[in-house]
């Protein structure tokens, strides 16, 4: 289970001048190219920037899910490839909370999600591919901080997220100042 060192976020300056501009507008001085399509908003209207910290998952797993959350700091958006399954939620209310407290800026999960109501009501970003009752299992295995694919696109550990009503984008940290 590779679990690699965990990216700084990306500077307050930055990342409040990123959520300022539409997801559009983003996509569009990205060529069109960087973002993840294909999620579920299941929060209102609270905007996600944020650096990925990044975990492969076994579909319907989330133990590493939990290590890698032990490890964010305030600024960090957690990034799960779950494989898409939908079979088990791999994140929940709990989750929701326990990220909140570590500062932990917002989910990203191609997988299943569950107590979609709560994410609603506190206006947590949460995107998923969709929802589940099924609790998960935590047995393993998985990766931190590897790169992931999520719906297709590959998001790298450290990459900046945004998001807004359209969808989300990913790209390096280093394109931040340009765009």
């Known amino acids: 289970q590779p679990i690699n060192e965990v990216s700084p976020p990306l500077p307050v300056h930055l990342a ?3 959520r300022d501009i539409p997801v559009a507008h ?3 001085n990205l060529q069109r190219l960087s973002g993840i399509c294909g999620l579920q908003r299941l929060h209102r209207t609270a905007k996600l920037v ?3 910290l990044t975990v492969k998952t076994r579909p319907g797993d989330n133990l590493l899910i939990y290590k890698a959350l032990m490890m964010a700091s305030p600024g960090h958006v957690l990034v799960v490839d779950g494989a898409g399954d939908l079979t088990n939620a791999i ?3 709990l989750l929701m909370l326990y990220a909140r407290e570590r500062g932990c800026v917002g989910f990203v999960i191609d997988g299943a999600a569950r107590d979609s109501g709560a994410f609603l009501q506190a206006d947590f970003p949460c995107y998923a591919r969709g929802i589940s009752h099924r609790g998960p299992y935590k047995t393993g295995p998985g990766a931190i901080n590897v790169p992931i694919s999520v719906c297709g696109q590959v998001v790298q550990p450290g990459d900046v997220l945004v998001d807004d009503e359209d969808g989300i984008v ?3 940290a280093t394109a931040a100042e340009d765009l």
Do not use: H, I, N
């Open 170 to 172: 990913s790209f390096p």
């Open 50 to 52: 944020g650096t990925a």
């Open 16 to 18: 409040d001048a990123l």
């Open 26 to 28: 983003l996509s569009d």
């Open 91 to 93: 994140v929940g209310e």
